[in-house]
């Protein structure tokens, strides 16, 4: 259509105005493209750093395994911005040989043991969710007791956050699981 109205040298108004519009149209076509473009290298960017910082996980599927991943350091790999790292992992999903995971699942806090090591939170979760399926039912482990069990296997951590955790895993107080 544009390379017929642009063969009419005479043109009319209408004419011109037909030429406008469809230039128009072919730009914001080329711009959406470009875009489209763009929104794939830069998912493309993201998930190659997320596998590169998780490679054990991927290879082996074992969640301890993940290690301490902020939003900070896959913008510091790739070179993007933290906020778009963010807009990239946030409804994004990967499917693995373990599973359909959400992006986020791969970022986690971290926190160190007594020799210096970052453990993935997972890690900790893990080990309490252990603890607490393999306790005595009529004497339940206490955050303090937890703690213990925690900073004796190396992990550097209070009972502020055994409790944090414990009620992310949507586990009650010791009294609330004690059975009679």
Known sequence: MLRSYSRNKGQ???MKDAVLFVKQKIDSARWFIDAI?????????TMNAILEYQK??????????????????????????ISTVSRVANSK?????????????FFSEGLQT????????REIKR?????ISNEEKRRPLTDERLTEILQEKGYLIARRTVAKYREQ??????????EI
Do not use: W
């Open 12 to 14: 009319k108004k209408e």
């Open 127 to 131: 080990i309490l969710q252990d603890c």
């Open 56 to 81: 054990e996980y991927f290879v082996e599927g074992d969640e301890t395994r993940l290690k301490p991943m902020i939003l900070k350091d896959v913008a510091e790999m790739t070179g993007l911005d």
């Open 37 to 45: 473009r763009q929104r794939q290298n830069t998912l493309l960017l």
């Open 114 to 121: 007594y020799n210096g090591e970052e453990v993935s939170t």
């Open 169 to 178: 895993l949507n586990i009650p107080v010791a009294r609330l699981r004690r």
């Open 93 to 105: 999903y990967i499917q693995t040989h373990f599973g359909i995971m959400p992006l986020k699942f």
